[in-house]
T-cell receptor, first 116, second 114 residues
């Protein structure tokens, strides 16, 4: 079945440092890829997505590029802030028998702590 | 858009008791999902509905679990004869349409089984 593997956390950075959180996936077909973020005490929310190979998703300074050849979707940010402290989840969309996206499979999550 | 709401936020119960959780999706969303999340893990898919039809159930959903979505609006998740292993955060999410899986999540119901 489909699966997502994220780098183990926790990740601790100083403010303004460069962030990379690695994500690789195993899937049949051509799923869409997502990063979700969970801030302390809040529900998961979509951070960015990419729907096909070589697409780049971006939001709030975060970026990730759908790399089909390496089955990866690494999350990057050039300069993190204290407010970016959260748990980040990589996810892919499973496809139903008709080839349509219908549910998400998540990685285990990576806790990011940014210190001032 | 009031978001996805879940009730209760927290539930403490004794082993063997039945519990029921409620989820109210975003009003125009036709798809509704239930996920379970344990500490240090990502959300795990349990089941989903398209309108009132339950289209898939994970093997994680034992026969003690049942979910309904009458009239394609709110949904309930019931766990019968709870076990300590059922302790987890139960998340509800909804989405619009069939082409997109942009899920909007609720804040979850934290279940503790003593």
């Amino acid at each position: 079945g489909n699966s997502v593997t994220q780098m183990e956390g926790p990740v601790t950075l100083s403010e303004e440092a460069f962030l990379t959180i690695n994500c690789t996936y195993t899937a049949t077909g051509y799923p869409s890829l997502f990063w979700y973020v969970q801030y302390p005490g809040e529900g998961l929310q979509l951070l960015l997505k990419a729907t096909k190979a070589d697409d780049k998703g971006s939001n709030k300074g975060f970026e990730a590029t759908y790399r089909k050849e390496t089955t990866s979707f690494h999350l990057e940010k050039g300069s993190v802030q204290v407010s970016d402290s959260a748990v980040y989840f990589c996810a892919l969309s499973d496809l139903d028998s008709g080839g349509s996206n219908y549910k998400l499979t998540f990685g285990k999550g990576t806790l990011l702590t940014v210190n001032p | 858009d009031t978001g996805v709401s879940q009730d209760p936020r927290h539930k403490i119960t004794k082993r063997g008791q039945n519990v029921t959780f409620r989820c109210d999706p975003i009003s125009e969303h036709n798809r509704l999902y239930w996920y379970r999340q344990t500490l240090g893990q990502g959300p795990e898919f349990l089941t989903y509905f398209q309108n009132e039809a339950q289209l898939e159930k994970s093997r994680l959903l034992s026969d003690r679990f049942s979910a309904e979505r009458p009239k394609g609006s709110f949904s309930t998740l019931e766990i019968q004869r709870t076990e300590q292993g059922d302790s987890a955060m139960y998340l509800c999410a909804s989405s619009l349409g069939t082409a997109s899986v942009k899920l909007f999540f609720g804040s979850g119901t934290q279940l503790s089984v003593l």
